[in-house]
């Protein structure tokens, strides 16, 4: 990639950043915020989905401003449930209680609601990720691409999926973005981890042990817990 579609990508994501902010707390406006959180997501995309880049700096800027600007959309809407990741990518964050079985989130709406349950639907900004092998997906992208840790273990037992995230070099988000998404390592790890098995994921938990984070999913038959 060219420095100057480089910089472009930089400028897209300040862009992004400063539109879903003066569109949320200033205008009021959901779909502009939307908006500026999409173009804040493809920037971060561009720029992490290569590798040894002298702007992986400002990349891990970026998708700090994306943990930002989404745990003031999880504050506002006063989400306190761990969210489901589908096997699309994307992450479902429960507002009244339980998903509804076999409800899935759109990349199109922040917000959906059906059978009188609402939610809302997080893209995240994964570069493409391909179903395979589940530890080398995400050493290869929390690792390799992003520079987010030293090392990524996997492991399951029966439903239930552990990852290990050995030292994260990521800042700390909010306690409301770890406590319905994870930590942004976690974040985006269950998100590439959905799509590299092919099935959603229920954060169960996590928990720091010395330098690492690890957490527990559950593997889910549909979109809703079941």
């Not at 720029?47 to 970026?62: D, G, I, V």
């Not at 985006?188 to 590299?196: C, E, K, N």
């Not at 042990?209 to 593997?219: D, H, T």
Request: hydrophobic share 50%.
């Amino acid at each position: 990639m060219s420095p100057k579609a480089k910089l472009i990508a930089v400028a897209l994501g300040v862009w992004g950043a400063a539109l879903a902010a003066y569109s949320y707390w200033v205008l009021g406006s959901v779909p502009l915020a939307a908006l500026g959180v999409g173009a804040l997501i493809v920037s971060a995309s561009i720029l992490s989905t290569y590798e040894e880049t002298p702007y992986s700096e400002a990349a891990k800027a970026l998708l700090e401003a994306y943990a930002v600007n989404v745990a003031r959309l999880l504050e506002e809407f006063g989400a306190s449930e761990p969210a489901l990741y589908t096997r699309e990518g994307l992450a479902a964050v429960p507002l009244n209680g339980r998903l509804p079985e076999g409800v899935k989130p759109s990349p199109e709406r922040l917000l959906a609601g059906v059978r009188g349950s609402y939610f809302l639907s997080i893209a995240l900004p994964n570069p493409l990720i391909e179903a395979g092998d589940p530890e080398a997906a995400l050493s290869s992208l929390l690792v390799d691409t992003l520079g987010l840790c030293d090392r990524v273990r996997v492991a399951r037992a029966g439903d239930r999926v552990v990852v290990e995230i050995a030292k994260p070099k990521a800042q700390s988000t909010s306690a409301r973005f770890e406590s319905v998404l994870g930590p942004l390592p976690v974040h985006l790890a269950a998100s590439a981890l959905a799509v590299a098995m092919g099935a959603d994921l229920k954060l169960e938990g996590w928990r720091r042990e010395g330098s690492s984070i690890v957490a527990v999913l559950r593997v889910v038959g549909g979109a809703g817990e079941g």
